[in-house]
């Protein structure tokens, strides 16, 4: 008999990391989250056990802290890591940029010595595809030149990929997974996004708008050169997102070294766009003005995603109309019953 594997997924609690415990456990992993729950919420947790009909072993540890997360990996035998737990505001980011470098450089490298010393040897890492800033060119793929990061937390994203490249001579394997934009929630409303106060994302805000969270959608400028005006971005299902990090594992099992994959649709849809799309889909008018630009946003990115279609065997799955569907049931959801 083969044993599973374990996956000890950090951020397990928070938006993506929850969706992907998900589809680790269909998969046939093992899962134990490790989140500090600072920017996520118990009632992931919750919706995780209703889905599942199993509670997932977690702990309560901020990755910075080592000899937390040194005991995690003494007592459990540990196969591989997925490393979610980062701050993500871009804003935030600007103003508060110690705690960006702080929390997002640190936890790595907590993690990474943790991994040394306990013979983990497979990462799958969460990057962004702020990376690129504004590309020269999109469709934009992984060859693309980083450029100087347009906040402090695009920079964090471009120092960890770093690290990861430096610490090959470790014999970690890393996989990093550059994210455009993860949109929706699980197909069952059980479990979706749950931003701590006024959310920065547009769908989240979206939502809450429709709600009655919220008064009024401000879109962030429609003067940049794009047909409408307004920017466009590559909107990827968050469940889709998670397949590609068990397609990842699959991958980093067989292969060594450093390796990065975009993963995109490889359409970019243009904020208004997207607004009409969730009038369309789910049959509200959503109450909204055009408000100036916000600073750092770039005009236009989307992925060229052939290398996760062709090497990780990744396709999505939904449509942006399901996740704009499956978004609306989430804060449907999550409101009646608060
Ligand atoms: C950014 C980063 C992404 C990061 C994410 C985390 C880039 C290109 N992308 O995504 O890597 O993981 O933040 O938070 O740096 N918008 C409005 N009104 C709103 C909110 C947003 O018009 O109330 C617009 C924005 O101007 C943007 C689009 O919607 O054009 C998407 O914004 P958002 O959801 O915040 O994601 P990004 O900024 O693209």
Redesign the pocket.
């Known amino acids: 008999m083969s044993i599973r594997k374990r996956i000890a997924v950090t951020g397990g609690a928070g938006y993506i990391g929850s969706h992907t415990v998900v589809q680790l456990v269909e998969a046939g992993y093992d899962v134990l989250i490790i989140d500090d729950l600072s920017r996520s919420d118990q009632r992931l947790l919750d919706g995780l056990k209703n889905l599942l009909g199993i509670t997932i072993p977690f702990r309560k540890v901020d990755c910075r802290n080592y000899n937390a997360l040194a005991e995690i990996f003494s007592n459990n035998r540990i196969d591989a890591v997925i490393h979610f737990a980062a701050f ?3 804003g935030e980011s600007v103003e508060k940029p110690l705690d960006y470098y702080e929390n997002n450089l640190f936890s790595l490298t907590s993690l990474l010595r943790c991994m040394q010393s306990h013979k983990v040897s497979k990462l799958i890492f969460s990057s ?3 990376v ?1 800033g504004e590309p020269d060119t999109v469709p934009v793929n992984e060859q693309a030149a980083i450029k100087k990061a ?2 402090p ?2 920079a964090t ?1 471009q120092m960890c990929e770093r690290i990861l490249e430096d610490i090959e001579v470790l014999g970690i394997d890393v996989v990093s997974l550059r ?3 993860p949109i929706g929630a699980h197909p069952s409303a059980l479990i979706g996004e749950l931003p701590l106060g006024t ?5 989240p ?1 979206i939502t809450q708008t429709a709600i009655g969270l919220r008064n009024q ?5 429609d003067d940049y050169p794009t047909p409408d005006g ?2 466009v ?1 590559d909107y990827i299902h968050v469940t889709d997102l998670a397949d590609a990090h068990v397609k990842a594992l699959d991958f980093i099992n067989q292969n060594l070294g450093n390796h990065i994959f975009n993963v995109g649709t490889g359409f970019g849809v243009s ?1 208004k766009e ?1 607004v009409n799309q969730f009038e369309e889909v789910n049959q509200i008018k959503l109450n909204y003005k055009i408000g100036s ?2 600073p ?3 005009a236009k ?1 989307f992925a060229d995603a052939n290398l996760a279609f062709n090497v990780l065997r990744w396709k999505p799955r939904f449509t942006i109309k399901d996740a704009l569907q499956h978004a609306w049931h989430w804060e449907k959801r999550i409101r009646s019953i608060n």
């Open positions: 993500k505001a871009v962004s595809c702020t690129y347009n906040s937390y695009g994203k994210y455009f934009n959310p920065n994302n547009l769908v805000y959608l401000t879109i962030f400028g307004t920017c971005r904020v997207l630009r916000r750092g946003d770039v990115v």
